[in-house]
């Protein structure tokens, strides 16, 4: 179903409460192209070197974005056991997956992992006991994962949680091949967990969080401009720069609908 209609939208506080404001000069203003329907449960979505759309199914695996949606890479190829929260393409005919604790780098070709690390940050939150809990356990979850082409870094933005409660919230940094992290970022004004992320040029990246998509400048440490898609999606579970037809793809997972946007 094809769709032209202009988005335009003022810029927002980052959250509701937050006491730091984006710029109000600033906004986003995109046309809607397109919407796709899913038929399955699709928690991401991303762009091959090749121009080909893909789309993570929650019970497959990867998958080809049109139908009748080929298996590329079935889930327990991945990260066995585990929920895959999100996917992104890298060059070399592979691609990055992330779950709960740690991201794997995977050769589509020979199904052979390439790399893995633990998004652990250096400096983790000290656990704080209470009588009815003693012992408290602290993990990550990232729901988003971005490969950085130009400058060859992959980005996941988890949250550092006691037991169920949130209690850290960060952007870190890592390289294909090292376990390591590279760089960790506090991102105090983001309550939550992105849902989608990617890359838009060095440094730039669009993060996805509800309804709203924010533009985030890593290097400088700043937030530039938000886009409120409140009443056009559900909630954001992926997000995707096809560069063939200069488009931002939205996935509205729990709409189980995926949205093309021209890139802002």
């Not at 960060?170 to 992105?194: R, S, V, Y």
Request: charged content about 20%; hydrophobic content about 40%.
């Amino acid at each position: 179903m094809k769709m032209h209609r202009v988005v335009a939208v003022a810029v927002v506080a980052l959250l509701a409460g937050c006491a730091r404001q984006l710029p109000k000069s600033e906004q986003f203003t995109s046309t809607e192209r397109s919407q796709q329907s899913l038929t399955f449960d699709p928690t991401g979505v991303t762009v091959d070197e090749n121009g080909r759309r893909l789309l993570w199914d929650s019970q497959r695996g990867l998958v080809t974005a049109t139908a009748p949606h080929e298996l590329i890479l079935d889930t327990r190829q991945a990260i066995s056991s585990a929920v895959i929260e999100d996917v992104v393409s890298m060059p070399n005919n592979r691609v990055g997956v992330i779950a709960r604790n740690e991201g794997r780098v995977i050769d589509l070709g020979t199904k052979a992992v390439v790399s893995r690390f633990c998004y652990l940050p250096g400096s983790l939150p000290q656990p704080n006991p209470t009588p009815e809990n003693p012992q408290p356990t602290l993990s990550q979850l990232s729901r988003s994962i971005a490969f950085g082409v130009d400058e060859g870094r992959i980005y996941v933005q988890p949250q550092t949680f006691q037991d169920a409660r949130a209690i850290d919230t960060q952007l870190g940094q890592f390289e294909i091949g090292n376990e390591q992290p590279l760089d960790w970022q506090q991102m105090e004004e983001l309550e939550g967990i992105a849902g989608g992320m990617v890359i838009t040029k060095q440094n730039r990246m669009l993060i996805g969080l509800g309804t709203r998509i924010y533009e985030y400048d890593a290097l400088g440490k700043r937030w530039v401009r938000g886009l409120d898609l409140s009443g056009r999606l559900v909630s954001i579970e992926g997000l995707a720069i096809d560069r063939t037809t200069n488009s931002l793809l939205v996935l509205d997972g729990p709409g189980r609908r995926l949205l093309e946007f021209d890139v802002p």
